[in-house]
């Protein structure tokens, strides 16, 4: 082969589960430190491509061309393809935790295709693996590569990943969803390095859900949907002149972060929730986790309050207390005034309808044998309210679900289905105070951009003063009237929407708001 | 060493070492416990343990004074446990009332031939479920095959498949001895009998496990590293696997030694299982509770060891994540 | 895993086993040929012929009919003992699950020391203090395998009570009785019915076993596990009298089991 050959030229590929066509032809080709992207939403054919690629899918794959520098592919047997997996193809998966494997040490996961390929003599092996996790920006050297994927950071451990998958030297990286599972600020190092690595010339294929990650690395990007692709061109010419409607949708969502004006919204009425110095710690007394250190908060009616932090920050412990399932240590909570925790559950029991939750996933919070009609049901009985077909049928058409669904299990709807139902539950005992605990994390864009919708009218309709926790900083400011930034269990700065973007001097709602990713106003020079 | 450590690691090596610890405390208050359920055991036996002591001898007041005093019994209750208890430290399981013999030495007698039946047979056990699994792990034809002769394997009870293996394969075809524990050869049709059972639960836990590690996306990664099947089964899967035949350790010893008790009279052996058997029989209260109070303290100590072998095969349980 | 369907065949061969064990325990003065008990010296150890289609044994009873009326014992005091250790059990376990983390220590701890006691043995024991008999196999076996049941009805209660639907249903302010009775309990009763199943099964063969080694069920009461063991002394010769009771056993304890993982596989259910 020679230098002009691209290393992955693929066209009309087709994938087939049984009688189910999963892609219907998709055109690849990728060049020397050329990054193509391929983004669409969950079920787009994007993971079995991936598979496809490397040999991997239990499926019936077929091809026009498949060459993988220059040599023929198609037509490969299992001993051939696993002479070209790991050393000229080879995969980052999405989280590192379940995609290392978590018996090993990382320099053992590290030097597997070093062995498997001979790479280097078995006497330089360990000095291999040391430099490969060093270039990676994997610190510490010997003393971290003998812990196991558990033991290390998110970031870490997605670096010991690429470092296994690079250290064959492939020509081809394959990078499904590379940045998922990792919170804003490391996913932005990452990012990085996958960047340093086509600037050495390796070819990438980058593939994510998210439009803004992919801006950051691609050079060309080709938008699937349902296995058909939508679009493809440079990634200039996707951003600011898409031609489909579903890339423009995408494009939309992942702007700069956008902030509601409350000018145009009434003056929120009374004060419905109301935390005091909220304190609580986990574990033992030798070994404190502390969750939430004097937290306040104040909610009223009509008004989005959205509590934003990273994992581990404590969000999802205030939101239990405010829902009465965990008392604090210190601190107390009101509800409409009056005290509502710590209080004996006696005395909370009549009123704990006036707080509900929609859970981030909702399908663990109904009860597996409990049918749509008996999980509103029991929400309008508790309140002692008529719980027949009309009545149901009334609140499931608060979040616009079809009665056709009275009778389904949610095991068996949508995940789309089944967020309005929760919603639909929190509702039937007419509350005052909504407590949403990442309710939209699991969806994809275009039905997160359906039920942030289905919220904020409800919220209008009701009256309902809403508590959002959400590790998304974009999401919190395009609907809330206040914010509060949340880390190590303290509220480090609050305001609302416009001030915390526009002018929060604090050095943590910087860096959230510089690492949250979007798509940059001149996209990266192509080369 | 230890310098070296961050303290971020120094602080989980002195947690690993405090779950040790605290593991081998609840291994030890079994053990007292159980100790204690087996000291009032002998005391709540029904009949009147002098007259049994006594025998055929004359029933006079003097001679229940003097076996009184010279099995302990004229202490009071309280005293005597203490007693038990610290004479149980010194490895002291009690006496036989029927043999007249300390119970540590009478197990002593019996023991090798049961260990070696036990040895052989978990061997066993382990390789065809190893053999087994690896095999047919995610592979749907060959998963179902298993599956039937695994549950076949499960529901034949030992002493029957011991006494067709006898009539097979020594009646019919004279390959093996009858009776006996002498040799090697007397050894294959005891320990066939009394590894099937445990090889069929063995396979279907390993094929099981097995199959949830190859589904992880940690499977995809390996083999997009170009290892070939196989390796992947047996570098990495196993391991996985290796967890819940490990968890069960506790199980596979009882299922061992009760089976043991069983197929050793189909087999005529010696062993423990002839001494429980006689031990019952005899109403040898002693001998029976010493047994039972030995097995139980073998298999606290293999459910602990089993704890420990496990956090060392899978670091995630050495630092579970507080709820 | 795919839940564990059965082909037809074996739905088939399974039911006729039910069937004639079921008909065996119900009514066997109808299936059996012969009197049970009815020695005929002149007529030992004959082979399986028209007149005893499974032979006679050593004493020249007829095999068939010991074997029908064995069904009864066997299999009832295994339902017996099962019964027990379920009832016991799922008692004991609701309520340590449900407790505070004192009385659940306490509990498990108990749990624990009947537990290291390797149920044969402990059947064992029990019988050496009460003496052999229907009665005592029954209750020695059932308050051996009381752990079995109780631990896992434990272990389940717990999960099931922090799991998220029921903090969710906390919210709606259902009282602690309805909570339990409604969204914790008929969770945890699911597995124990597969486990049970699985038990009987297992019970069949240790009170098969414990009457093999002379401990259970005392001659000349029919009983499969004694009728191996007096097969075994003539085994050179009249291979009937084992290996016939031996196929019941083998056959009912498979149907058993594998209606139990059928069970499981259902209980599981889609999206588990």
């Known amino acids: ?527 | 060493m230890t310098h070296l450590l961050a303290p971020a690691a120094r602080g989980r090596r002195s947690r690993v070492a405090g779950r040790v610890a605290a593991r081998l405390g609840s291994a030890l208050l079994v053990v007292w416990l159980a100790s204690t359920l087996a000291f009032f055991a002998v005391h709540a036996a029904p009949g009147d343990i002098v007259r049994v002591l006594i025998g055929t001898g004359p029933d006079t007041p003097e001679v229940r004074a003097a076996v009184s005093a010279r099995w302990g019994l004229d202490q009071s209750l309280g005293q005597q446990y203490i007693e038990f208890l610290r004479r149980l430290l010194s490895g002291d399981l009690g006496e036989s009332f029927v043999l007249r013999r300390p119970v540590t030495d009478v197990i002593g007698d019996e023991i090798l031939p049961t260990v070696q039946l036990a040895g052989a047979a978990s061997a066993l056990a382990l390789l065809a479920a190893t053999a087994i699994s690896v095999a047919t792990a995610g592979r749907r034809l060959r998963r179902r095959v298993a599956g039937s002769v695994e549950l076949t394997l499960v529901s034949v009870p030992d002493f029957w498949l011991g006494l067709m293996l006898l009539f097979l394969f020594s009646f019919t075809l004279p390959w093996f001895p009858v009776a006996g524990a002498s040799g090697a050869s007397s050894l294959v049709l005891p320990a066939i009998a009394l590894g099937a059972p445990i090889a069929g639960v063995l396979s279907q836990l390993m094929r099981q496990g097995l199959e949830e590690a190859l589904d992880q996306p940690f499977a995809t990664t390996v083999r997009a590293r170009g290892v070939s099947d196989l390796r992947l089964r047996l570098g990495h899967g196993l391991r996985h696997a290796a967890l819940p035949v490990v968890n069960l350790g506790g199980w596979i010893f009882a299922s061992l030694l009760g089976g043991a008790v069983i197929v050793e009279q189909v087999f005529g052996r010696p062993g423990l299982g002839r001494l429980i058997l006689s031990a019952v029989q005899g109403r040898d209260v002693p001998l029976v509770v010493g047994i039972a109070l030995m097995s139980s303290i073998a298999y606290v100590a293999c459910n602990t060891l089993a704890d420990l072998v496990s956090w060392w095969i899978d670091p995630r349980l050495r630092n579970p994540v507080p709820a | 895993m795919t839940a564990h369907r059965g082909s037809r065949p074996a739905t088939l061969v399974m039911t006729a086993v039910l069937v004639a064990a079921a008909a065996a325990v119900a009514a066997p003065d109808l299936l059996a040929p012969h009197d049970p008990l009815g020695a005929d010296p002149l007529d030992a150890l004959s082979s399986p012929s028209f007149d005893h289609p499974l032979g006679t044994d050593q004493l020249g009873r007829d095999v068939l009919s010991r074997l029908v009326h064995g069904a009864r014992r066997s299999i009832g005091l295994a339902v017996l003992a099962t019964g027990l250790a379920v009832t016991v059990g799922t008692f004991v376990g609701l309520v340590a699950g449900m407790s505070p983390r004192v009385v659940d220590e306490a509990v498990s701890r108990l749990l624990d020391v009947v537990a290291s006691f390797p149920t044969l043995l402990l059947a064992l024991t029990l019988i050496a203090f009460v003496g052999p008999g229907s009665g005592s196999v029954v209750v020695a076996l059932g308050s051996a395998t009381v752990p079995h049941y109780a631990r896992v009805v434990r272990a389940r209660t717990q999960v099931v009570r922090r799991s998220e639907h029921v903090a969710q249903a906390r919210t709606l302010g259902l009282s602690s009785t309805v909570l339990v009775r409604r969204h914790v309990l008929p969770q945890v009763l699911a597995p124990v019915v597969v486990l049970a199943t699985l038990g009987v099964g297992g019970a069949v063969l240790a009170i098969a076993g414990l009457s093999f080694v002379g401990m259970g069920v005392p001659p000349p009461a029919p009983e499969w596990g004694s009728m191996l063991a007096e097969g075994r002394n003539t085994l050179a010769h009249a291979w009937w009298i084992s290996v016939f009771p031996g196929i019941a056993l083998v056959a009912l304890v498979i149907t058993v089991s594998a209606l139990g993982q059928r069970l499981q596989g259902t209980s599981n259910g889609p999206g588990s």
Not at chain 1, 238 to 260: K, M, S, Y
Not at chain 1, 386 to 392: C, I
């Open chain 1, 1 to 527: 082969m020679t230098d002009q050959d691209p290393v992955l030229d693929l066209s009309g590929l087709t994938i087939d589960f049984g009688a189910r066509r999963v892609l219907h032809g998709l055109d690849l080709r990728i060049g020397r430190g050329e990054c193509v992207a391929l983004v669409g939403e969950s079920g787009s054919g994007k993971s079995v491509t991936a598979k496809a690629l490397l040999g991997l899918l239990d499926a019936r794959v077929a091809t026009d061309r498949f060459t993988i520098l220059g040599q023929d592919a198609a037509a490969l047997d299992e001993r051939a393809w696993r002479r070209i997996r790991g050393r000229q193809v080879a995969l980052v998966h999405q989280d590192a935790l379940v995609s290392l494997d978590p018996l090993r040490t990382v320099a053992r996961e590290v030097g597997e295709p070093l062995r498997e390929h001979s790479v280097v003599p078995r006497a330089e092996r360990a000095a291999e693996v040391r430099r490969l996790l060093g270039s990676v920006g994997f610190p510490g050297g010997s003393r971290r590569a003998s812990q196991h994927p558990d033991e290390l950071s998110g970031g870490l451990r997605q670096r010991a990943l690429i470092a296994s998958a690079v250290a064959a030297r492939p020509a081809l990286l394959i990078a499904d969803e590379p940045t998922t599972a990792l919170d804003v600020t490391v996913q932005a190092q990452v990012i990085d390095l996958l960047r340093a690595l086509t600037s050495a010339g390796m070819a990438m294929l980058f593939i994510s859900h998210d439009i803004a990650v992919v801006s950051q690395v691609a050079d060309r990007i080709v938008v699937l949907r349902d296995g058909q692709v939508v679009e493809t061109g440079p990634v200039e010419q996707i951003l600011h002149r898409p031609g489909a409607d579903f890339t423009r949708r995408l494009v939309q969502n992942a702007l700069e972060p956008t902030f509601t004006d409350i000018g145009d919204r009434p003056a929120p009425g009374r004060e419905v929730l109301r935390l005091e110095a909220v304190s609580k710690r986990f574990g033992t007394a030798h070994h404190p986790i502390v969750a939430a250190t004097d937290v306040d908060l104040r909610v009223h009616q009509g008004e989005v309050v959205s509590l934003i932090g990273e994992s581990g920050s404590g969000k999802t412990t205030v939101g239990r207390i405010a829902l009465g399932l965990l008392s604090p240590d210190r601190g107390s909570v009101a509800l409409d005034g009056e005290p509502w925790n710590p209080l004996p559950e006696r005395a909370r029991r009549s009123r704990r309808h006036r707080v509900q939750q929609v859970p981030q996933d909702p399908l663990s919070s109904f009860n597996p044998r409990y049918t749509t009609r008996r999980v509103v049901a029991e929400a309008l009985r508790a309140q002692g309210r008529p719980a027949g077909t009309q009545e149901v049928a009334a609140v499931l058409d608060l979040v616009s679900l079809d009665a056709d669904l009275l009778d389904r299990m949610p095991r068996s709807m949508s995940g789309g289905q089944r967020q309005r139902l929760a919603f639909a539950r929190a509702l039937a005992t007419e509350p005052d105070v909504l407590v949403a605990d990442e309710p939209f994390s699991a969806l994809d864009a275009t039905l997160q951009a359906e039920l942030v919708g289905v919220l904020d009218r409800i919220r209008q309709e009701h009256q309902l003063g809403v508590l959002l926790i959400t590790h998304d900083l974009g999401l919190a400011a395009r609907i809330s009237d206040r914010i509060l930034v949340m880390r190590d269990g303290v509220v480090v700065d609050q305001g609302t929407p416009k001030v915390l973007i526009e002018s929060s001097d604090h050095p943590y709602t910087r860096q959230l708001l510089a690492a949250v990713p979007r798509i940059r106003t001149s996209p990266r020079v192509l080369r």
